[in-house]
């Protein structure tokens, strides 16, 4: 009598952790816009990284990680893709309202589950997530179009976001939450040179300490550590699903805390996105295992 809620129990705890995760990056993401007016987006994603950096090295102590050759491969990967989308997120929001600069983002992950797939109802999911893309990305002169260099910025953060599910997936299967913590070391190193050339000695100032501490916990610290472990403990189908809303949790969190209202057709586009991830991953074969090994 006391197996089903066990069971209900475990499968509901990663999906309220993945759930939180979603919701926490996007505020983090909206806070953080409130520095770039003074060290940019470069100085802003450098500072996150060194301050998520020093939080989770505290509590996860990621020295104790066992790693050769190959895992160190697969972590350097994985924090220079984890460093890549992040930098190149930052520098679409610039000129790019979060919730379209979050499913522009979200064609990569979209890519891996339509590769994982390569079934013939994917045709009808790609051409939902292009259309989104048509719809979202400038062409000639409509009011709706948004910058197209934030565009591709969000495009190229897109592909890191890749190359982090799939490192991810090895990186957290050898060494669980603390890959996570190893991966924002790394970040932090490879971004820190571009934040440093842009601000300078502004990221010194401790004005900024607060609201960046906040960014550090919001953005990274707390998001990666709850999505290493729902990484762990869930299926393919349920992680993609679930990672479909992503971007509908940046359009709200633009509109509550930076007033960015959408048109009805970046609305349109964003659920196009949306329903093409959600059907990619629900169309995921059966036997499809989960995304990284459990502990």
């Keep these: 009598m006391n197996a089903q809620p066990r069971s209900l129990a475990t499968t509901l705890f990663p999906i309220a952790l993945l759930l939180i995760a979603m919701a926490s ?68 929001l610039r000129t790019v309202p979060l919730g379209v600069a979050v499913a522009l983002e979200f064609t990569g992950p979209l890519a891996v589950a339509l590769y994982a797939s390569r079934r013939a109802v994917d045709f009808l999911w790609i051409g939902l997530a292009v259309l989104g893309l048509a719809l979202l990305i400038p062409v000639g002169q409509s009011g709706t179009s948004v910058d197209l260099v934030g565009a591709s910025y969000a495009l190229g953060a ?41 601000a300078g000695s502004d990221l010194l100032s401790p004005a900024l300490i607060p609201v960046a501490l906040g960014v550090a916990i919001l953005s990274t610290a707390l998001p990666y550590s709850l999505e290493m472990v729902a990484l762990t403990r869930m299926p393919a189908k349920t992680f993609g ?35 093409a991830s959600a059907g990619a991953t629900l169309s995921l074969r059966r036997e499809t295992q989960p995304l990284v090994a459990a502990d």
């Design 25 to 92: 990056i996007q505020s983090g993401a909206s806070l953080a816009k409130s520095l770039f007016p003074v060290i940019g987006a470069q100085g802003t994603t450098t500072l996150r990284l060194i301050f998520a950096s020093v939080i989770m090295l505290l509590l996860l102590r990621p020295w104790r990680a066992k790693l050769n050759a190959s895992t160190l491969k697969t972590v350097l990967i994985y924090g220079m893709a984890l460093g890549g989308m992040n930098l190149l997120f930052y520098m679409s």
């Design 158 to 198: 897109g592909v890191c976001w890749a190359l982090y599910i799939l490192y991810g997936q090895k990186a957290g299967a050898e060494n669980g939450i603390q890959t996570a913590a190893l991966g924002v070391v790394i970040a932090a190193f490879v971004v820190a040179p571009f934040g440093i050339a842009h």
């Design 241 to 275: 699903t679930l990672m479909s809303i992503e971007p509908a949790f940046g359009a709200l969190s633009g509109l509550l805390f930076l007033n960015e209202v959408l048109s009805l057709t970046q609305w349109l586009a964003i659920a196009a996105i949306i329903t």
